[in-house]
């Protein structure tokens, strides 16, 4: 059973930054691409990143490019997402989560079938 465990949300200003982790569990994690979500209230949950799962591959929305990097690291089963020049419009639960098959490189939510629990980030302004 695949365990995903989310950490790192809070609190933080306008123009902050904060760093998300995601450790896994019950999968090879060194053969999955990852994926970070986020979810607002009211609204739809919307991909923000994914990266392929030795890391050679990312994908950013475009709301976040130049802003938010993410990484891996396989040794730890492991996904970080590194914010930086937080708005207050990045408020939302974030979620980390794998997709269905192994050495599948995808951004697309409806192919994610692994969830987090999510971690809150909330941007003041």
């Known amino acids: 059973q695949v365990q995903l465990v989310e950490s790192g949300g809070g609190l933080v200003q306008a123009g902050g930054s904060l760093r998300l982790a995601c450790t896994a569990s019950?999968?090879?994690?060194?053969?999955?691409?990852m994926g970070w979500f986020r979810q607002a209230p009211g609204k739809e949950r919307e991909f923000v990143a994914v990266?392929?799962?030795?890391?050679?591959?990312?994908y950013y929305a475009d709301s976040v490019k130049g802003r938010f990097t993410i990484s891996r690291d396989n040794a730890k089963n492991t996904v970080y997402l590194q914010m930086n020049s937080l708005k207050p419009e990045d408020t939302a639960v974030y979620y980390c989560?794998?997709?269905?098959?192994?050495?599948?490189?995808?951004?697309?939510?409806?192919?994610?079938?692994?969830w987090g629990q999510g971690t809150q980030v909330t941007v003041s302004s």
């Open positions: 990266i392929s799962w030795i890391g050679g591959r990312t």
């Open positions: 019950g999968l090879t994690f060194n053969t999955y691409t």
């Open positions: 989560a794998a997709p269905r098959t192994s050495y599948y490189y995808t951004s697309r939510p409806d192919e994610f079938n692994s």
